[in-house]
């Protein structure tokens, strides 16, 4: 014999179930803002690009606006290499022992 | 009184499966697609199907340090639509798509917008059914369209990298990034081949997963040609347009092609060799793309596409009929994300 169909059961049957929440909490960085200089008269002004084909051009234009509103002392350029992968700890400790304030970009 | 460990997720009550369904629209659980109520039920079945704790860890994500947990991980396996014996499966895959050298972060939130290819090999891909042969990268099998699913929904959901409101930037995205899951047509191999997981260095009754972080493809017909030589070049033209820097590309290769590769005894190895030395032009005529190929300036020498033999990935995969194969290149074009083969632990 042919399997029946039967109607569609309603949409509440009287009885409930659970379901599970399928994300996680994932830990996020509590590491405030850096304090902020209350001048750049004199910083070293660190560049940091992540090696993507425009972040040099953009990180230079926005270097040549500070230089000529502030009296900023001198550009440190470095690249991380790698655009898809966090900066090591080594490199940003020694970029950071170069500059006093730094600018990032992604300038894809 | 059982001392097993238990769920802890959160769960929340409804009084019907189309309630479920809605509120996980709601709550940007889904990807777009209704999904499976994951009762505690069927999330500790499809655990046990794997021998899995709850709590066991199968995998980190390296860079932001995100934890993917057994449970977590068979809870979106139930939402995608897994029977709990593909558990094992998503499993291995969620190892080797954790794997630093795969680099899951940098793929999947990138403007290039790779999917995940998972390729699975040995004897667990005829007990699941997963299909290798006729439309292999098509829709109508639960196991390559559920596994795939549910990896895609453990990068959403658990590492929280969503287009919508996520860690996703990519510019066009890919139909892949649904789902992406085949296995090799083993059957199908030339005689002197063994399957890719054996290439890859596991043993031949031994069951796994290779991921790759697959770009779309490039599918081609050559009914032309019965030499290796002859097919090589069609696939040497689809390489071509990847530039310089190719460290690994998927060469899909369809039944009717690896048959004149059978017929005329040529190796992987070969083919590769073929490959390696055909896609190459002088250096100057090489289109600059943007890509990290490593070249910035044109030069005279005359160089591959290909940074060795070893960057072509050949599989075979489809059905018998059509001599259509593709290339399926990788994101970064392998230069940052490599293929990762982990064995699929087996339940038995």
């Not at chain 2, 063994?194 to 991921?211: A, F, K």
């Not at chain 2, 960057?311 to 990788?330: L, N, R, Y």
């Amino acid at each position: 014999m042919a399997s029946q169909e039967t109607p569609m059961a309603p949409e509440n049957n009287g009885t409930s179930f659970r379901v599970l929440d399928p994300t996680a909490t994932q830990s996020i960085a509590t590491d405030g803002m850096a304090e902020r200089p209350e001048s750049l008269a004199g910083m070293r002004v660190g560049l940091l690009r992540n090696d993507k084909l425009n972040s040099e051009p953009l990180l230079d234009a926005i270097y040549d606006v500070l230089a000529e509103r502030f009296d900023v002392s001198s550009a440190y350029r470095v690249n991380k290499g790698d655009a898809s992968r966090p900066a090591e700890p080594e490199f940003l400790s020694d970029f950071s022992n170069e500059v006093d304030v730094a600018l990032l970009a992604n300038g894809d | 009184m059982t001392n097993e460990p238990r769920l802890t997720s959160n769960s929340i009550e409804v009084v019907s499966a189309l309630e479920a369904i809605e509120t996980y629209f709601e709550k940007g659980w889904s990807d777009g697609l209704p999904v499976v109520p994951p009762t505690p039920e069927a999330v500790s079945a499809t655990l046990e199907a794997a021998n899995l704790s709850p709590d066991a860890i199968l995998g980190i994500e390296p860079v932001k340090g995100a934890v993917i947990t057994a449970e977590k991980a068979a809870i979106n396996a139930v939402m995608a639509g897994c029977k709990p014996e593909y558990m094992p499966v998503v499993a291995a895959a969620v190892d080797a798509i954790t794997a630093p050298e795969f680099n899951l972060h940098g793929i999947t939130v990138s403007t290039m917008g790779a999917a995940i290819l998972l390729v699975i090999n040995g004897p667990i891909a005829k007990e699941l059914e997963i299909n290798s042969g006729v439309s292999a990268f098509g829709p109508g099998h639960r196991a390559n369209a559920t596994i795939g699913r549910a990896i895609r929904l453990i990068v959403m959901n658990v590492l929280g990298t969503r287009s919508d409101d996520g860690l996703d930037k990519a510019t066009l995205g890919h139909p892949g990034k649904y789902t992406w899951c085949i296995a090799e047509n083993e059957r199908a191999l030339p005689d002197n081949w063994e399957p890719m997981h054996v290439t890859r260095g596991l043993g031949e009754s031994e069951s796994s997963v290779t991921v790759f972080s697959g770009l779309s493809g490039a599918q081609f017909g050559d009914h032309a040609s019965n030499t290796p030589e002859g097919i090589l070049d069609s696939f040497a033209e689809r390489i071509y347009p990847l530039g310089l820097g190719v460290h690994e590309v998927i060469l899909a290769i369809c039944p009717e092609h690896a048959a004149h590769f059978d017929e005329a005894g040529w190796t992987k190895q070969q083919i590769g060799q073929y490959l390696f030395d055909t896609v190459r032009k002088p250096e100057s005529e090489w289109v600059p793309n943007g890509l990290p190929s490593g070249i910035k300036n044109g030069g005279e020498g005359v160089i591959s596409s290909l940074q060795s033999p070893e960057s072509v990935i050949p599989i075979v995969v489809g059905g018998d009929g059509g001599a259509w194969s593709a290339v399926i290149p990788t994101w970064s074009l392998g230069s940052r994300s490599k293929a990762v083969t982990r064995k699929i632990q087996s339940n038995g």
